[in-house]
């Protein structure tokens, strides 16, 4: 059997991880390990699906901002730089927008995707389920659906 590039990803990131989340749940390293480690493969592959459909400007990786266990990675059409200052007074106020507590047995994570100008910013948590390749492949989806609505 022959699998297309998006297949595979999804198929490693599979074997590699989702067979341990299903048998051990929050103990898997899915759900404990930080995602450091993947977020250049992850930036690869998303930046790779945008720009199939942007190739005149491709999108490229402008950094990545981690704190308090959130992680900001940028993107920018063409070169821009991000300014990274002042990104420590934000921290509290974006712990507070992507964790919500609901009572003692619900907590709930989420995920922002920010659009200024030429830059494209995601927020998530930093744990390593939200930057596996696979991962990648739908967040693009996500972010080509928007560019769409937006008329971009």
């Known amino acids: 059997m022959t699998f297309s590039t998006n297949e595979a990803l ?3 990131d599979v074997t590699r991880y989702y067979f ?3 048998r051990l749940g929050s103990a898997s390293p899915l759900a404990t390990s930080n995602g450091r480690s993947e977020i250049e493969a992850f930036a690869k592959v998303f930046t790779n699906q945008i720009n199939a459909f942007y190739p005149k400007k491709p999108l490229q990786s402008a950094g990545t901002y981690t704190r308090s266990g959130i992680t900001c990675t940028a993107f920018t059409f063409g070169d821009g730089k991000v300014d990274w200052s002042g990104s420590e007074e ?3 106020r974006l712990d507070h927008l992507l964790r ?3 009572g003692q047995s619900l907590a709930m994570s989420r995920v922002a995707r920010i659009y200024d100008g ?3 910013f995601l927020l998530k948590p930093d744990r390593l389920r939200y930057w596996l390749s696979s991962t990648a492949l ?3 989806d996500e972010v080509l659906n928007d560019l769409r609505a937006q008329g971009f």
């Open 138 to 140: 739908r967040d693009a």
């Open 100 to 102: 919500v507590n609901r």
């Open 118 to 120: 030429e830059f494209i």
């Open 90 to 92: 934000l921290a509290g």
């Open 10 to 12: 999804v198929a490693d």
């Open 20 to 22: 341990d989340y299903v």
